[in-house]
């Protein structure tokens, strides 16, 4: 059940929050008492503010942020509703890794990491959870992307509530990708 509720809390505050009467302020954030509201209207009849606030505490990702003052709540990324999360621009770690498909790999060649329809590129710091962010679309594959040269470059990172990266694009200069199509066929 709780992941069950996680799961429709992502796509209300991430996706859809229109479709399930939610309003968004332009960096994410809706009251916590309407979101509650609309939950049980849709099919959780039995949510209330203690269980918002345990499937909050206990999200394997952290995907949810409340506000400080602890009336309202966002996504901490994976939004592909246009909001701005007012995150600070940083340096990231010299390498940061992207889990995808192996499927995908011709294309990412072609055209570089693309947000598709979220609002960002998403990046972690460690492999494992890349591969666990790629095995959803198939069989996994990482991908190191040279961040250190891109923020020489440049290009502006930011880092997420929940500790995910997250950039515009990554042009496939910066990545390993002509290593990962070799080991992918050899495999
Ligand atoms: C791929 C989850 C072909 C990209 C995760 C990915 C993450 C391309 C897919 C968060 C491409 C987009 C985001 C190109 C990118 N050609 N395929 N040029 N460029 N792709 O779900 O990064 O569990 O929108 O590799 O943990 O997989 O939902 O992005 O396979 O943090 O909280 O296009 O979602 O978080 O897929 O995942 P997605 P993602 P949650």
Do not use: C
Request: charged share 25%; proline share 4%; net charge neutral.
């Amino acid at each position: 059940m709780s992941k069950e509720l996680s799961k429709f809390i992502s796509l209300v505050l991430r996706h859809e929050p229109t479709k399930f009467g939610v309003v968004l302020d332009s960096a994410g954030w809706t009251s916590i008492d309407v979101l509650i509201d609309r939950i049980r209207a849709s099919g959780f009849p039995d949510v209330d503010r203690a269980a918002l606030d345990a499937v909050v505490e206990n999200n394997n990702k952290k995907r949810f942020t409340i506000s400080d003052d602890g009336l309202r709540i966002r996504a901490a990324q994976g939004h592909s509703v246009e909001v701005d999360l007012g995150l600070a621009s940083k340096q990231p770690p010299a390498v940061l890794y992207h889990g995808t498909a192996t499927t995908n790999l011709e294309s990412i060649k072609d055209k570089g990491l693309l947000p598709g329809k979220r609002q960002h590129v998403h990046l972690s710091s460690d492999q494992d959870t890349a591969i666990s962010v790629g095995t959803r679309y198939g069989k996994p594959v990482v991908l190191s992307v040279d961040a250190s040269r891109m923020f020489e470059d440049g290009i502006r990172f930011f880092q997420a509530e929940n500790g995910v990266w997250l950039t515009d694009t990554v042009p496939a200069k910066y990545l390993d990708i002509d290593q990962a199509i070799a080991a992918t066929r050899s495999r």
